[in-house]
């Protein structure tokens, strides 16, 4: 979507869009899924577990650090990486709250 573009929506729909677009990647859910389960990892254990390059892996670790659904601290060289508890319950309840408008709009009747 074009930057003139996002005026046309709101401040809600284009965060949401955006967080959505940072997740729509397979590696990227690989690793938040990593992740979790972990509790914390270091980036190299990320290349290991999945088995993609370096670099690409901190493409995706860069992605998911801009939308702040994690955060990194430094330990000598290494990065440490970890779910951000704020920024994924925010993420959680914007999610549902569009998932949840069909529940309180009841079943559409259109089709």
């Excluded at 899924?33 to 993609?52: F, W, Y």
């Excluded at 390059?53 to 493409?59: N, V």
């Excluded at 990065?79 to 559409?108: A, T, V």
Aim: aromatic share 4%.
């Amino acid at each position: 979507m074009g930057i003139t573009k996002a005026d046309l929506f709101t401040d809600a729909q284009n965060e949401l869009a955006g967080i959505a677009k940072a997740l729509a990647h397979p590696a990227r859910i690989a690793i938040i899924e990593h992740l979790i389960k972990s509790n914390a990892c270091i980036n190299n254990d990320l290349v290991e577990e999945l088995g993609l390059a370096q670099a690409t892996i901190s493409q995706h670790l860069r992605e998911l650090k801009e939308i702040g659904i994690i955060q990194g601290t430094i330990d000598g060289t290494r990065m440490c990486y970890c779910i951000e508890p704020g920024k994924w319950h925010m993420i959680k309840s914007l999610f549902n709250s569009l998932f949840n408008q069909i529940d309180e709009q009841g079943r559409p009747t259109c089709c």
